[in-house]
């Protein structure tokens, strides 16, 4: 599929990585794995990438880093995946979860059983050997009345430590209310799921996922008492602070160089 991308997109294009993404999503979307509201979703998140730099910058790397260290450090870690996850991210997800030997469960705001099959699908296409979620939905988190609430008792129910990419933040409270320490992917550093989660990862999914796997590489040979304490020693306000700190002084940067008529 994405040498068909190509052949619509020329690598020369100044926006090709952010238009490839978009037909990842479109391509979801006809698949019946990504629902509308996902595509619009997606067009906020890449707004708040575009005010970042498209880039990981280094409040991004100190979380992922923290990231890769709870997983490691967990008893019983559980990544959360939809639908635009799976568009976008389904291999390096699964290779995260090898690394960090965790479980991967389907979890769907607008859920139907076709689509959270379908995700599994994409998801052991990708070399994933299980997935819950898809026909173990049957334990439901305390306070979430909508489709999000409903997970695998084997899986997210009683995870210590739960990576939720592209979250809601109401889930994301609730998770925590159960005394588990969630990780978050969230390109708004604004919004209740930055603001609520234990670890915040403001970066673009695709750049995240990867990063923190070469993290956990990295990490293998830390003890459990060096992972926890990088994971103790982590502050997410001052990483979110330093998220839109960047991102004011990288507009009023820009600002200045219209003025100047340098922008490029």
Known sequence: MQEDIDIIIPRSHPRYESLLLRELLVKGWREGIVVTEGLLAHGRGECFDYLIGERSEDFALEAERAAAAALLSAKRPVISVNGNTAALAAESIVALAHE???LLEVNLFYRTEERAKRIAQVLYKHGAEKVLGVYDATASIPGIHHARGKVSPHGIYVADTVMVPLEDGDRTKALKDM???????????????AMTADITIVDNVVRAIPNITRFARQMKRMNRSELRSIVESYDNRKVLSKALRHIAERLKKMASEIELN???
């Open 262 to 264: 340098t922008y490029v």
């Open 179 to 193: 005394g588990k320490l969630v990780i978050a992917i969230d390109l708004n550093p604004l919004s209740r799921t």
């Open 100 to 102: 960090v030997g965790a």
